[in-house]
């Protein structure tokens, strides 16, 4: 469950001032209409395996990552997860319900401890009105997450299972990877039965193409979560 143990934090990290900032719909906005989303956000906080909200439920108000990390899933028809987008820091979710309140029809959860910030739909619709340009990145940022789960679906569809890890390892590469002496460091946002809810495979077959790649000197784990992409244009070539 949520609670609220950011609400009376003064760290600036936990600031709706700070949290508004990180949000590119929000980037253009005047220091006064920057100033009502921050007096009207709420923030939360979800522990690792929280669900923030559910499918069927109302969505009627943005959801902000502060901290951490989230995903959006949902269920086949077989029952098994599947993930569809993978929020980190500055992204957001919800933005539809600004524009006309709805339901939700996939599920959220955190994938580690992570701290929201909301903003309602009541409480934006007085600042489009202000400032109707929004609606526009708005629209944006939709364009940008549906060209996502089309390449997801493509990726699902089209492709090999060495092809979809490999995808989705220059994915996460561009997310969080930082130059290192032997390649590129990054750390895995999803363990290995997550991995393969978001390609479509099994945990094993997960352990299994990973090991494989470490054994072909494509990558080295360093622990768990860590790997060193060494090779990557042999990475992208499997694609």
Same mark, same amino acid.
């Given at each position: @469950?949520?609670?609220?143990?950011? !609400?009376?934090? /003064?760290?600036?990290?936990?600031?709706?001032?700070?949290? !508004? /900032?990180?949000?590119?719909?929000?980037?253009?906005?005047?220091?006064?209409?920057?100033?009502?989303? +921050?007096?009207?956000?709420?923030?939360?906080?979800?522990?690792?395996?929280?669900?923030?909200?559910?499918?069927?439920?109302? =969505?009627? %108000?943005?959801?902000? +990552?502060?901290?951490?990390? @989230?995903?959006?899933?949902?269920?086949?028809?077989?029952?098994?997860?599947?993930?569809?987008?993978?929020?980190?820091?500055?992204?957001?979710?919800?933005?539809?319900?600004?524009? /006309?309140?709805?339901?939700?029809?996939?599920?959220?959860?955190?994938?580690?401890?992570? =701290?929201?910030?909301? +903003?309602?739909?009541?409480?934006?619709?007085?600042?489009?009105?202000?400032?109707?340009?929004?609606?526009?990145?708005?629209?944006?940022?939709?364009?940008?997450?549906?060209?996502?789960?089309?390449?997801?679906?493509?990726?699902?569809?089209? /492709?090999?299972?060495?092809? %979809?890890?490999?995808?989705?390892?220059?994915?996460?590469?561009?997310?969080?990877?930082?130059?290192?002496?032997?390649? +590129?460091?990054?750390?895995?946002?999803?363990?290995?039965?997550? @991995?393969?809810?978001?390609i479509g495979t099994t945990r094993e077959t997960i352990s299994r193409k990973l090991a494989g790649m470490q054994?072909e000197g494509i990558l080295e784990f360093e622990g768990n979560k860590k790997v060193i992409i060494k090779d990557i244009s042999a990475l992208e070539q499997l694609i």
């Amino acid at each position: @469950m949520g609670c609220d143990s950011c !609400a009376n934090c /003064k760290h600036r990290s936990c600031s709706g001032d700070y949290c !508004a /900032k990180k949000v590119t719909i929000f980037s253009e906005l005047s220091n006064q209409l920057l100033g009502e989303v +921050v007096n009207n956000i709420e923030r939360k906080h979800y522990a690792k395996g929280d669900l923030v909200f559910k499918t069927g439920e109302i =969505s009627d %108000r943005l959801y902000i +990552v502060n901290s951490g990390r @989230m995903k959006i899933f949902n269920y086949t028809r077989e029952g098994k997860e599947q993930i569809l987008y993978l929020l980190n820091e500055g992204d957001f979710i919800g933005e539809l319900s600004l524009l /006309k309140k709805t339901n939700f029809e996939f599920n959220a959860a955190a994938l580690e401890d992570t =701290s929201l910030c909301t +903003v309602s739909k009541r409480h934006f619709d007085l600042i489009i009105k202000q400032n109707p340009d929004i609606t526009l990145r708005i629209l944006e940022a939709l364009h940008d997450r549906l060209i996502k789960l089309e390449l997801l679906v493509q990726n699902l569809n089209t /492709k090999d299972i060495d092809a %979809r890890i490999a995808t989705m390892l220059i994915g996460f590469l561009k997310e969080s990877g930082k130059e290192a002496k032997n390649g +590129v460091l990054m750390e895995l946002p999803l363990n290995r039965e997550e @991995m393969g809810s978001f390609i479509g495979t099994t945990r094993e077959t997960i352990s299994r193409k990973l090991a494989g790649m470490q054994d072909e000197g494509i990558l080295e784990f360093e622990g768990n979560k860590k790997v060193i992409i060494k090779d990557i244009s042999a990475l992208e070539q499997l694609i």
